[in-house]
């Protein structure tokens, strides 16, 4: 079988120590190797949040993460601000709907940055938090995350702002506590290159504070209680922890320069792209969003007039590529090209030379 | 670093087909051959739990899943009978607690096999559903499953029978359609001998019809709607989908066959540690149990008094094996030792050299 390489944003190609992590045999994680490596990720998982708060892991999707941090911070019946632009953020909606919250939804063209008046008009007084997305992976965009929270912590100091970071934890810098954002969350199959399974949850002060008991497997006030003392409450994916180890011993001594490349694979994506006449997803009443309104976690971009999405997504993969299309609302209009993955210079220049090579044959 | 293997009752030595498939490269869950292997694991299971239901694959641990069930089947203050009697059944207690169901638990001695009438004497008139766990692999014991769900069928037939079979699937014969089981659950480190991170959620037809929403990631009502089509809500630990279906391959044609050879080992454990004069830990008022309501996941020993379990612990490590103590009331009490994993017979002849080389040297 020819081996298909991923240009998907999420899952992604794993990075190699992650893979030799995840060969070795299986480690016990009541023992003090397992929790050592489990202190390590959370502590190198804060540090990557950019926070001196909790991470806590959890054994999910980073959607049991996002239910874990709405049904921890907020009870039935409070309000909450959710900015929909997007799957992701939809999801937010439809977490906090499921659990009983008042939602202050606002529907907002998909690909369009948010702006910090659009999540402020949502926000009627007593609004005890806000939802964002700060990556909106299905369209390409990168929310301005540092304006919005400055906004809503002058304009609603009480209101806790909750971060989905799951597409912009190791891609783009973040620094929740500097943001004054509260809490955040990510998953394993994204920026840190391993397989789906394990969660991470950010709190800050003010989100420890408030925690409150919820449900039983998703109950971040129990997690936090044993976590701190090294320990899960429930059989954790370790495998993934360990792995998740040998990740962050690479990423973080260097964040930065990682962080540039990615930014610099994503300019040199959009250059292919629109070089080509291929108009960005991530747009402002028709005016392409400025790159740094752009999620370094994937290039969007709408497919021209009569090409459709399974034509370029066979031209990848007669080439060894996987590509995404759209997603939800974008479905069927869009496809999506993401280097999120383990792509040291040649093998990114190589997706490069696909990606103009399928334009060339398809434009 | 020597390698240490493990005799504990899960997390469990790997399977090699398991390993093999969990050192590939990462494969992205929307495209078919993912969602092939997930529609195999899914039947494959099925046939595993014995029912013609449905199974559905969870990225969580067992807690997860049992959670799942609890909030899928029954309502907030519907009464569910709980028999307490290790730490998993309290675990189901706590679960359904948390939940808000009316809990009518019952407080057994742990290590004893429960009877049909005990858990009958905890059901009155309009109980909704009993709880039960076939292997209390707290304490070692095999619940006598077909006893108790004829008995509780005849006299409450309305009521839903719910298992917890995460230490039974694959190490005791299972077959919940002919016992009149209704849910069952279990996790992928255990009898499947993958790494933690799959749950594993059996649906009988009364159980499905029973199904309501709950919450939003253990949402088993979503969760069905959308694997009936071979997709997952959200992103699953697609690659322990994928090393399930390789050890499914490779058990399933010749399932009895493992279970007699699990069997024997189990066997062989008391044999050794009851002729060195050890008492086992199921058991009846002093009596050991009968070797049937012994569980094949893991044998359990009384600590002989004046023994520390450390003791045990590090003369099996000095040997290169890691066994496991007791849990909740017989912590310091106990020790399990457990060839659940991955052991063919010279591997697991070493595992019965080394036990009963520590038994010399310690008694």
């Given at each position: 079988m020819n081996r298909v390489r991923l240009l998907t944003p999420g899952p992604v190609e794993l990075h190699p120590r992650a893979r030799l992590a995840l060969a070795g045999p299986q480690?016990?994680?009541?023992?003090?190797?397992?929790?050592?490596?489990?202190?390590?990720?959370?502590?190198?998982?804060?540090?990557?949040?950019?926070?001196?708060?909790?991470?806590?892991?959890?054994?999910?999707?980073?959607?049991?993460?996002?239910?874990?941090?709405?049904?921890?911070?907020?009870?039935?019946?409070?309000?909450?601000?959710?900015?929909?632009?997007?799957?992701?953020?939809?999801?937010?909606?439809?977490?906090?709907g499921a659990l009983g919250l008042e939602v202050a939804r606002g529907d907002l063209p998909w690909g369009q940055p948010l702006t910090p008046e659009e999540v402020l008009g949502l926000?009627?007084?007593?609004?005890?938090?806000?939802?964002?997305?700060?990556?909106?992976?299905?369209?390409?965009?990168?929310?301005?995350?540092?304006?919005?929270?400055?906004?809503?912590?002058?304009?609603?100091?009480?209101?806790?702002?909750?971060?989905?970071?799951?597409?912009?934890?190791?891609?783009?810098?973040?620094?929740?506590?500097?943001?004054?954002?509260?809490?955040?969350?990510?998953?394993?199959?994204?920026?840190?290159?391993?397989?789906?399974?394990?969660?991470?949850?950010?709190?800050?002060?003010?989100?420890?504070?408030?925690?409150?008991?919820?449900?039983?497997?998703?109950?971040?006030?129990?997690?936090?209680?044993?976590?701190?003392?090294?320990?899960?409450?429930?059989?954790?994916?370790?495998?993934?922890?360990?792995?998740?180890?040998?990740?962050?011993?690479?990423?973080?001594?260097?964040?930065?320069a990682h962080l540039k490349r990615k930014r610099a694979y994503l300019e040199r994506l959009y250059a292919i792209g629109e070089g080509a006449g291929l108009r960005p997803v991530p747009?402002?009443?028709?005016?392409?969003?400025?790159?740094?309104?752009?999620?370094?976690?994937?290039?969007?971009?709408?497919?021209?007039?009569?090409?459709?999405?399974?034509?370029?997504?066979?031209?990848?993969?007669?080439?060894?590529?996987?590509?995404?299309?759209?997603?939800?609302?974008?479905?069927?209009?869009?496809?999506?090209?993401?280097?999120?993955?383990?792509?040291?210079?040649?093998?990114?220049?190589?997706?490069?030379?696909?990606?103009?090579?399928?334009?060339?044959?398809?434009?």
């Amino acid at each position: 079988m020819n081996r298909v390489r991923l240009l998907t944003p999420g899952p992604v190609e794993l990075h190699p120590r992650a893979r030799l992590a995840l060969a070795g045999p299986q480690v016990h994680h009541r023992t003090e190797p397992a929790r050592e490596a489990f202190r390590a990720v959370r502590r190198g998982l804060a540090a990557a949040f950019g926070t001196e708060g909790e991470v806590l892991l959890l054994t999910a999707s980073g959607t049991g993460a996002m239910e874990a941090l709405v049904g921890g911070l907020f009870a039935p019946g409070e309000r909450v601000a959710v900015p929909v632009s997007g799957k992701f953020s939809e999801r937010w909606a439809e977490i906090a709907g499921a659990l009983g919250l008042e939602v202050a939804r606002g529907d907002l063209p998909w690909g369009q940055p948010l702006t910090p008046e659009e999540v402020l008009g949502l926000m009627a007084p007593g609004t005890r938090g806000v939802l964002l997305t700060h990556s909106e992976t299905s369209t390409g965009v990168l929310n301005p995350l540092a304006e919005i929270a400055a906004a809503v912590r002058a304009a609603h100091p009480d209101a806790l702002i909750v971060v989905d970071a799951v597409t912009s934890l190791f891609l783009a810098p973040l620094a929740l506590d500097a943001l004054g954002v509260d809490a955040a969350l990510a998953g394993s199959q994204k920026g840190l290159m391993l397989p789906p399974g394990l969660a991470f949850v950010a709190l800050g002060s003010r989100a420890q504070a408030r925690l409150r008991p919820y449900g039983y497997y998703l109950n971040l006030d129990r997690e936090r209680r044993v976590q701190e003392k090294g320990e899960s409450a429930f059989t954790p994916a370790i495998n993934l922890v360990l792995a998740a180890r040998a990740v962050l011993e690479e990423l973080l001594p260097d964040l930065d320069a990682h962080l540039k490349r990615k930014r610099a694979y994503l300019e040199r994506l959009y250059a292919i792209g629109e070089g080509a006449g291929l108009r960005p997803v991530p747009a402002r009443e028709g005016v392409p969003a400025p790159m740094e309104l752009r999620t370094p976690a994937t290039a969007a971009f709408h497919l021209p007039e009569g090409l459709p999405f399974e034509a370029v997504r066979d031209a990848f993969l007669a080439r060894g590529a996987r590509i995404a299309g759209g997603q939800g609302a974008l479905k069927g209009r869009s496809f999506r090209i993401s280097l999120m993955g383990h792509y040291p210079g040649p093998e990114a220049d190589w997706a490069f030379g696909v990606f103009r090579e399928v334009l060339a044959e398809l434009l």
